[in-house]
């Protein structure tokens, strides 16, 4: 399968999914994700555009496991809407027995999912646009709960259709969360410059840059939004796993610039 039919910010799901693969297939994996490495080895091409490998997806995946685990836990039944969800595998490495599962995303890379991974009844596959809320009337009962992850995605779309979406989830899935992650504004200014990670690859403009700050006050704020929860990354192998770094990286103002994940949980009727 030709990895060249995805282009623009869809290209980015064959960036976080070789990130993801490599890990998973190295030594010692904190993430087991065996679909991932499927992927990876059926995919013709040209990997090493995207530079040098980072566990940083494999961590970043391994706390979306996390949160819907733990909202899964509490809610068996409830449907996960996966938005923006590229070449995730995360419905396999998660494969909870009674959720649904919506994964939204462009049509090309929707094409390219149908084509490579397994049909599973659980999953109901949408070729829609984030922003689209068509797929809001796809989630059925919100009283089942509804656990949106916006995974690696809400740098990529324009701030205000960022925060009309967080709004209109908050009003129409009460007591339902939302886990999303965020770069800082001076990364996002850099991207808007051209951010090569290779001299063959120019990583898409992500316009949205939100720090931990804003998010709490602003996101914060919106009506329906209850409760606001930075989520920290699990910690990994050599200077990824350094609890040293970590401290330092807390000591005000460093985390407001450096990416952040957190979860919003919207307030109960």
Known sequence: ?????????????????????????????????????????????????FGSPSPSHALRATAVDTEIRRYLAERPGATVVALGEGLQTTLWRVD?????????????????????????????????????RAWFDAVGDPEAGVFLCAEGLFMYLDEADVVALIAECAERFPGGRLLFDSI???FSRRTMRGFALSDRFTAPPMPTGLTPAR?????????????????????????????TLRAVGSIPPLPQLAPSMHLLTFAER
């Open 96 to 132: 909870p027995p009674k959720a649904r599962w919506l994964a939204v995303d462009l049509a090309a890379v929707m094409e390219l999912r149908a084509q490579l991974l397994p049909g599973d009844e659980r999953v109901t596959p949408l070729a829609l646009s984030a922003t689209d």
């Open 215 to 243: 998010i709490r006050r602003e996101l914060g704020a919106l009506p329906g939004v209850a409760r606001v929860e930075g989520i920290e990354m699990p910690l990994g192998r050599g200077v990824w796993g350094s609890r």
């Open 1 to 49: 399968m030709d990895g060249a039919t995805l282009g623009g910010v869809s290209a980015t799901a064959l960036w976080t999914l070789r990130n993801r693969a490599v890990h998973a297939a190295g030594p010692d994996p904190w993430l087991i994700d065996p679909w991932a490495v499927t992927l990876y080895e059926s995919i013709r091409y040209d990997w090493d555009r």
């Open 184 to 186: 800082p504004p001076w």
